[in-house]
């Protein structure tokens, strides 16, 4: 009997800031933190190396991504959808 096991990838969704290089794009993901002791909220953000097969997202663009095996040393991301260009 074979069982199937279930894996939840991790998911974000950023902005493209960078699309210079072939089949990877740098996407900024922002999220909001709030400080401990005083409550009050600050952002901070990411960027990650997303592959992008087709190349078919393009700076400024809202872009999901999920989490993939390593690619090459910086790529463990791999592009999802395009959501507005």
Known sequence: METTTIVN???FEGQVVSAAMTKT???RVDSLKINAKYGKSYKISRK???HD???EAKVGDKVVFVETRPL???KKWRLVEVLKK
Do not use: G, P
Request: hydrophobic content about 35%; charged content about 40%.
């Open 9 to 11: 990838k991790r998911k």
């Open 48 to 50: 990650y190396a997303v």
């Open 72 to 74: 090459s040393k910086t």
């Open 25 to 27: 794009v740098i996407v």
């Open 53 to 55: 097969e087709k190349s």
